[in-house]
């Protein structure tokens, strides 16, 4: 797991790149979203054990 991991509930970051119909996001941008129920199984996040 290179990358950081965002704990917690409400995880906020910093925009790395855009796809190319993406208008209302830039690189740069802060964002989050919202309560985080349940992961997907299968990433290194989730491999770990964490909630």
Same mark, same amino acid.
């Given at each position: 797991? =290179?990358?950081? $991991?965002? #704990? ?6 910093e925009?790395? &790149?855009? =796809? ?8 740069? &941008?802060?964002?989050?979203? #919202?309560?985080?129920? $349940?992961?997907? =199984?299968?990433? &290194?996040y989730? $491999?770990?054990?964490?909630?």
């Amino acid at each position: 797991m =290179g990358d950081p $991991a965002v #704990t917690g509930h409400e995880p906020v970051g910093e925009v790395a &790149d855009v =796809g190319p119909g993406v208008r209302d996001l830039k690189v740069g &941008d802060r964002v989050g979203t #919202t309560w985080v129920q $349940a992961g997907c =199984g299968t990433c &290194d996040y989730c $491999a770990l054990g964490c909630p």
